[in-house]
C-alpha cells in the first residue's frame, strides 16, 4: 500500500490568496439564518476541496438586497441582542428592527460574524464580506460572479 497518497494537503497562504474568487448573492427573500450559515460557510471555504482549517481560503462574498431579508416568526422584534460598553451596568438591549433601522448591513454582518470562529483567524475573514442594501454595488472591476445561494448544501 502506498502511504504517500494519504498524505493531507494543506494549502498555503499564498495558495489561498490565488484561490480567491468574488461571488454575489441576492438576498431578496431569504430567510436571514439560512442565508447568513451559507455565506458563513463561503467565507470560510468550506465549499471548496482545498480547504485549510488555518487559512483564510475562502472566498469574497458580496450581499445585494440586504434589505429584503426575511424574519420569520416574531424574530423582529422578539429577539433580543445583547452587548457591553465595558463599564459597570453597561449591558444594552437591542433587537433586530433596531439594528434594519440603523441599516441592514449591521444586522447581516452581526449575524454573519457569529456563526465564524472567535479569534483573529475569523477577525480577518469578515473583512471579506460586503452587504449592500440596493442591487448596486461598487465591485464591478472585480467581474464577480452571481451564484444561486439556494443551490448550495
Not at 450559515?37 to 469574497?60: E, I, M
Not at 424574519?71 to 422584534?77: Q, V
Not at 439594528?99 to 457569529?114: H, I, N, Q, T
Request: hydrophobic share 35%.
Amino acid at each position: 500500500m502506498n502511504t504517500l497518497s494519504y498524505k493531507t494537503l494543506s494549502v498555503s497562504k499564498e495558495a489561498a490568496r490565488e484561490q480567491k474568487e468574488w461571488v454575489v448573492v441576492d438576498a431578496e427573500g431569504q430567510v436571514l439564518g439560512r442565508l447568513c450559515t451559507k455565506v458563513a460557510k463561503l467565507l470560510r471555504g468550506k465549499y471548496k476541496p482545498s480547504f485549510t482549517p488555518n487559512q483564510d481560503c475562502g472566498d469574497n462574498v458580496i450581499i445585494v438586497n440586504a434589505d429584503k431579508v426575511v424574519l420569520t416568526g416574531n424574530k423582529l422584534t422578539g429577539r433580543v441582542y445583547l452587548r457591553h460598553t465595558g463599564y459597570p451596568g453597561g449591558q444594552r438591549e437591542y433587537t433586530a428592527a433596531d439594528l434594519m433601522a440603523k441599516g441592514p448591513e449591521f444586522l447581516l454582518r452581526k449575524v454573519v460574524k457569529g456563526m465564524l470562529p472567535k479569534n483573529r483567524l475569523g477577525n480577518q475573514i469578515i473583512k471579506n464580506l460586503y452587504v449592500y442594501a440596493g442591487t448596486e454595488h461598487p465591485h464591478e472591476a472585480q467581474q464577480p460572479k452571481q451564484i444561486d445561494i439556494n443551490s448550495l448544501k
